[in-house]
């Protein structure tokens, strides 16, 4: 194995968001190749704010942003395109096209310059893959809240991007359709080695499918690490108060 592929995917030090007052500081942050991170903490704690910047929608205005070893200088628009089309975000609420899911699917790959005669077998590998054939033909404004989301997913991955970001991406689904996406974040994770960035207001969630939690509060990483040492009594006493429920906020 070659140095850089040990080199973590992305490292950010000394940033921070500004609006009316700051939102969020990233004093220190670095995220290893093929790991699941689940990002928890209160309302207007920071989570989403800190999926824009690692996706660059809001570009840091001071500090260092490493993409794959390599430094982002803000302004060069070039290159915040060129680290934007090795990631994929996914919300909470998506929107898909009034067409069927195949060609929901395929959009991505189209945009991303795949050649057209690959295009149809990669969406139905990946529609195989995900067990999703029996979607393939339906339309994409015609599908249930579940399967919607799973098709967004499946949209976000069908480039296999490094960096799959996820902002609360089963808030208000149904068990099953909660599971079934649990099961492709993990089967990306062990298949395709894609590394994964996930908020969720759900502790147990992050408990169950995460590598590495992200506690924020108030605008601060108060606390990263692997998922076992945040669900013990060695967590920082906030983490502990927040995923046992005894936060006021
Ligand atoms: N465009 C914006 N303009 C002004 N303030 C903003 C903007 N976006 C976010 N904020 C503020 O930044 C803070 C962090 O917001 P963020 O959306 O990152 O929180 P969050 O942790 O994702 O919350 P939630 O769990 O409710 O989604 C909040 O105080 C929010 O009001
Ligand atoms: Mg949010």
Redo the contacts with the bound molecule.
């Keep these: 194995m070659s140095m850089t592929d040990n080199r973590p995917l992305l490292e950010m030090t000394g940033i921070n ?1 500004v ?3 700051e ?2 500081r990233i004093e220190s942050l670095s995220l290893d190749k093929g790991l699941i991170y689940g990002v928890i ?12 910047i690692i996706n660059l929608l809001t570009p840091p205005t001071r500090g260092t942003y490493r993409f794959m070893g390599e430094a982002f200088e803000n302004g060069n628009d070039r290159e915040r395109l060129r680290i934007q089309r090795e990631m994929a975000l996914v919300f909470q609420r998506t929107l898909l096209f009034r067409e069927s899911v195949r060609h929901n699917i395929a959009y991505g790959l189209k945009a991303r310059r795949v050649p057209r005669k690959d295009i149809e077998k990669r969406v139905d590998e990946l529609l195989a893959y995900l067990g999703m054939e029996g979607l393939a033909h339906r339309r994409g404004d015609t599908l249930s809240g579940g399967e919607a989301q799973r098709v967004a997913i499946a949209r976000a991955v069908a480039f296999e991007p490094k960096l799959l970001l996820l ?2 991406p089963t808030a208000n689904l149904d068990p099953r359709n909660i599971a079934l996406i649990e099961d492709m974040i993990l089967s990306m994770k062990r298949d395709k080695g894609i590394t994964v960035v996930m ?1 969720t ?1 759900n502790v147990f969630q992050a408990k169950r499918i995460a590598d590495e939690v992200i506690f ?1 509060d108030e ?1 601060r990483i108060v606390e990263t690490g692997p998922v076992e040492r945040v669900f013990s009594s060695e967590a920082h006493v906030k983490t502990r108060a927040y995923v046992e429920g005894r936060m006021i906020y």
């Excluded at 920071?46 to 824009?52: E, V």
């Design positions: 968001k609006f009316h007052k939102v969020l903490g209160p309302s207007g704690a920071g989570k989403s704010t800190l999926l824009r902002d609360e908020v207001h924020i605008g």
